[in-house]
């Protein structure tokens, strides 16, 4: 059966900071995959989706970057964090044809 | 575009009351995907049901029921017999037929069950 795994699954960190987060999947191959943000109270906002290592397409023009170095991993990234950076980070996988998506536990950052 | 509309934003029921959670949804594809997902208090959003365009049968899982009317771009969601555990947010979606198969999400709707 397939997993995705998502760390840390909590982090503060201060405006200017950078950041990394790391998603990732077992059991699949060559699965789409997708970096989500939800703010406070909010639906979800598609931030980067990639249907292959080293394909990246971003949806919202912001000071975050994505990575997709292996199959199965799925990184999302900042130089320099800012207040609005806050919230609640989902990473997703799906297939194509199969169209649902599973999403992991979610990383809840709070920028101070 | 595609576009997703839960006009509920909140919803109280007692336990064991039936609940009808609304979407509506808007697309130019003849060929398009429906989906539910819960959202408990954990956060992890959890995959219920997918629905494709071509299949307006209505589906019942349990307590759970889905009513999808292409004629009227609804794919409605109930809950019988309401439980405490059925507290959570949820969340409607619309993936048309294409590579990526990302998904537009409606705002949600805040379910809360009182015992």
């Known amino acids: 059966s397939q997993t995705i795994h998502q760390w840390p699954a909590t982090l503060v960190q201060p405006v200017g900071s950078p950041l990394s987060l790391e998603c990732t999947v077992e059991?699949?191959?060559?699965?789409?995959l997708y970096w989500y943000r939800q703010a406070a109270g909010r639906g979800l906002q598609l931030l980067f989706y990639?249907?292959?290592?080293?394909?990246i397409s971003s949806e919202v023009p912001q000071n975050l970057s994505a990575s997709r170095p292996q199959d199965r991993q799925f990184i999302l990234s900042s130089k320099k964090l800012l207040l609005s950076d806050s919230g609640f980070y989902l990473c997703?996988?799906?297939?194509?044809?199969?169209?649902?998506?599973?999403f992991g536990p979610g990383t809840r950052l709070t920028v101070t | 575009a595609q576009k997703v509309t839960q006009a509920q934003t909140e919803i109280s029921v007692v336990e064991k009351e039936d609940v009808t959670l609304d979407c509506v949804y808007e697309?130019?594809?003849?060929?398009?995907?429906l989906f539910w997902y819960k959202q408990p208090p954990s956060g992890e959003l959890v995959f219920l049901i997918r629905?494709?365009?071509?299949?307006?049968q209505n589906e019942i899982s349990g307590r759970y029921s889905w009513n999808f009317q292409k004629s009227t771009s609804s794919f409605n969601f109930t809950i019988t017999a309401s439980q405490v555990v059925d507290s959570a947010v949820y969340f409607c979606a619309l993936s048309p037929n294409n590579a990526g198969n990302m998904l537009t999400f409606g705002g949600g709707t805040r379910l809360m069950v009182k015992p």
């Open positions: 697309t130019r594809d003849t060929t398009y995907y």
């Open positions: 629905r494709n365009s071509f299949d307006e």
């Open positions: 059991g699949t191959s060559n699965p789409n």
């Open positions: 997703a996988w799906g297939r194509d044809r199969t169209y649902e998506q599973y």
């Open positions: 990639s249907v292959g290592i080293g394909q």
